[in-house]
């Protein structure tokens, strides 16, 4: 579609937990090309794409109440198995399809959406990248993601480093554009609030033990009580028994259950950037919020109470000028960020962010309007190049070596009838109380 059609394009989005169904619907909204778009803001767009949702079912499908919380408005949206989405594509005509999935989820629909859209005159474009920050299983994540038409980097570093992994194995990296995160926004911090106000933005997996995570939130205590003209407040992602990219098995909510809360310091919930709009200083161990709180200049801490180690995160914030403990934190510690590192995270501090999506657009236009289509979807990964790794991932959501759905996979070739759905949602939700409450703890039950 060449950026002058007055047509909305139309996105499909598929996404497999509450954080990547923002990130990807988001995403979707910033590179729809289109003349609306050319001042480079989605803000000021007047006709948005016409956005399909398709939610991967799994354990980490978002319940709705994390869907209202994430607060992105959809067309339609529906729950869908691998096999679903993939028939969704061969009889649905879209524009632009977005891939917001973990790596092996990526991997499986590119060879998927390769076979349904065989001989097909023209495909819709194939986009994906990450939610946030990229501090583990950078070569591993990146190759799964590779033969997506645009593979979207969050920041000047991150496109640096996917260009020099494709590079290094001899895969193609035209593919990796230079966008920013889609959810920063909101205005720029001006001055203390009355009450200052502390956020702790905490995390569903890090840290993940019983004693650190006890740790962080006696932290929190103490400071409340060392400050009680401020207000502290612990920004929660989950409520119990909900699942957000990463499993949570010890939830703040339980662990502050045993403990006397001093009156400033309370248990919030909500969309990130409300919370910001009142936060005179962020902290965490490494969340992606921080990210958006240094998009907004909030002072923002990334806390080395429990070291500076690639397991927690935090070591991609060397350099940041953020690094500080609770120590520091308590004894009145203000941190100022590094401009320089900021500069390479995304985060356009500097007010770019305007034209930050302007390149994946600009390529996004090009490969519409290509004369004859675009060419098959091509991944680094085959049967040729990983038969050791490939089947295994195509398998785990019900297709073959070469993307076809296998027998029995569900929907693969109907849809099921009204008994067939009743035990599918009577399976899928045993699946789930085992994933969320049993699993957890047996694991802690071993480590007695």
Known sequence: MPASTTKPPRIAVLADSDTRWKWGALTADRIAPGPTMEA?????????????GFLLRGRSTPTARQLEEVGVRADSLREVTGVEFLRAMAEESYDIVV???????????????KRVWEGRAKRPVVVTGYVGVVYEKLADGLLLRHGADLVLANSRQDADRFRAVYDGVGADPSAVTEVAL????????????????????????VPDSRKDRTYLL????????????REVLLKLRSRPGEHTTHIEELPYQRLAQRIDLPANLRLVYGHMGEVLDRTDLLVTVSSTAALEALHRRVPTVVLTDFGVRETHGNHHFIGSGCLASWDQLDDGHRPAPDEEW?????????????????????????????PGGLPPLTPYYTPATAPGYLPGILARHHLGPDGTPLPGAPAADKDPGPVRQIVRRAARGAYRHGVQRVAPVIRRMGEL
Do not use: C, K, W
């Open 182 to 205: 889609p959810f920063l926004g909101g205005a720029p911090y001006t001055g203390e609030h009355d009450p200052y106000t502390v956020v702790f933005a905490a995390q569903p997996s």
């Open 342 to 370: 900021v500069a390479r995270q995304g985060v356009a501090a500097d007010g770019s962010y305007a034209t930050a999506f302007d390149a994946a657009r600009e390529r996004i236009s090009r490969l519409l309007g290509r």
């Open 99 to 113: 891939l917001a999935l973990v790596g092996g989820g990526v991997q499986a629909m590119l060879h998927g959406l």
């Open 40 to 52: 480079g803001s989605r803000e000021d767009a007047q006709v948005g794409p016409a956005l399909s």
């Open 218 to 229: 006696n932290r929190l205590v103490r400071h409340a009580r060392l400050h009680p003209e």
